[in-house]
């Protein structure tokens, strides 16, 4: 049975240049893409989509950094979606968490600047599918 998740290279991995790298990932992986743009993120759009991190003293400083460049957000789709891109993405620390061969083990050092999101569960996947492409 496919699903669909939500991805975002985020703004140090479009700055970096890793778009392609990700997507080259993804597409290896045998999942395909649903949806792609690149955006700029308007504020209330990025308060919603980590509205499950509010209290979390670091909530202010990843505002900032997500709205800080344009991201790439990414519809998913395939078998396992979900946990196959989680798999790809690896641990959100990306040294202590994340192993080699995942995205965030191969080129990523910080928790804050950890190159990609993707949806942790079938309800924040339609959550942010939602948000970020609300005529999918
Ligand atoms: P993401 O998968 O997008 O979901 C929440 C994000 O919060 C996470 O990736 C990190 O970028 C960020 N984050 C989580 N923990 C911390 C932390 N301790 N300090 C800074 N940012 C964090």
Do not use: C
């Not at 392609?20 to 993804?26: N, T, W, Y």
């Not at 040294?95 to 999101?117: C, I, M, S, W």
Request: without cysteine.
């Amino acid at each position: 049975m496919s699903e669909r998740t939500l991805v975002l290279v985020k703004p140090d991995g479009v700055k970096r240049g890793l778009v392609g790298e990700v997507i080259a990932r993804i597409e290896r992986k045998g999942l395909t893409l649903a949806a792609l743009e690149l955006r700029n993120v308007p504020r209330p759009v990025a308060e919603e989509h980590y509205a499950e991190h509010k209290d979390k003293p670091f909530f202010g400083e990843l505002l900032e950094f997500i709205t800080s460049g344009p991201v790439v957000a990414i519809a998913v789709e395939g078998p396992r979606a979900i946990a196959a891109f989680r798999q790809l993405a690896g641990g959100t620390d990306p040294v202590a968490k994340a192993t080699p061969g995942t995205l965030r083990g191969d080129f990523a050092l910080e928790t804050q600047y950890n190159l990609v999101h993707g949806s942790d569960s079938p309800e924040s996947a339609e959550r942010e599918l939602k948000l970020w492409f609300p005529d999918l």
